[in-house]
């Protein structure tokens, strides 16, 4: 690098070479976890082959090549969707705390399964929130992933809570905080979570397991940082660290 680079030279430089990372990162997970149904629906194939050739009774094998085709499916939109947040323009801003928490929530909600919207649960969220810099529509959206998990993983829990709370860093930085006393997982598992399909319970839960990755990408996107702590059966806490505006580094990486 030259000695005479601009701190904001030097930062742009930095973020694309993180950025490249990511992508390298992403296409070599992505290409693994499509192999998976892609193997089942050729499997399938094959035993449909030779069921007709035996002249049994088919049904069975082409319900499981159906759901498998219907996962590889579901699994390429849910690629496309993580590209297209990447490439989306950021639009820089400040968002009242409160707002962006109130509007995450009810997405959160509005998306959850009919059962999860008729529990009982219990909100607990901090008076006093700070101001959150950034695209207000793509931390929404992250902070909208972070609910719906903590929606879904506090299910199998008699009395589920869900905490939110957050506080201004020293210089001009935010950091808010997701809890949910739900089933939480293995910390040895932690490297895990924000991969794309990466799914820590198996099929215990529905979803493909590329929420957490777009809220790792929005968040990187925005200069931050987000990291997970959790033990098995005592619930999951994640933070997610948001630069000030105009920060270097902030609101300009390009994946």
Not at 41 to 58: F, I, K, P, S
Request: charged share 20%; hydrophobic share 45%.
């Amino acid at each position: 690098m030259s000695p005479d680079a601009t701190p904001e030279l030097q930062a742009l430089r930095a973020q694309l070479a993180a950025a490249h990372a990511d992508v390298e990162d992403f296409a070599r997970m992505v290409s693994h976890d499509l192999r998976a149904p892609l193997r089942h629906v050729m499997a399938y194939g094959e035993v449909l082959r030779e069921m007709l050739q035996a002249g049994e009774d088919v049904a069975p094998a082409l319900a499981q090549l159906d759901r498998s085709s219907r996962q590889l499916g579901d699994m390429l939109d849910a690629v496309v969707a993580l590209v297209r947040l990447s490439g989306a323009p950021l639009q820089p801003g400040v968002t009242e705390g409160a707002l962006l928490v109130d509007e995450a929530r009810r997405l959160a909600e509005a998306a959850a399964p009919a059962a999860d919207r008729a529990r009982p649960i219990h909100w607990q969220i901090a008076p006093g929130l700070p101001s959150v810099p950034g695209d207000a529509a793509q931390l929404r959206q992250a902070l909208a992933a972070l609910l719906a998990n903590a929606l879904k993983f506090t299910r199998p829990v008699a009395e589920p809570r869900i905490e939110i709370d957050g506080a201004a860093l020293p210089g001009g930085g935010v950091q808010l905080r997701v809890h949910d006393n739900g089933v939480g997982f293995a910390p040895t598992q932690a490297a895990r979570l924000f991969q794309p399909f990466a799914r820590l319970h198996g099929t215990r839960f529905e979803g493909l397991g590329t929420g957490l990755a777009q809220v790792q990408q929005i968040v990187r996107r925005h200069g931050g940082s987000v990291r997970a702590e959790s033990q098995a059966g005592h619930g999951c806490t994640v933070w997610l660290t948001l630069p000030r505006p105009g920060a270097a580094g902030s609101g300009t990486s390009p994946a």
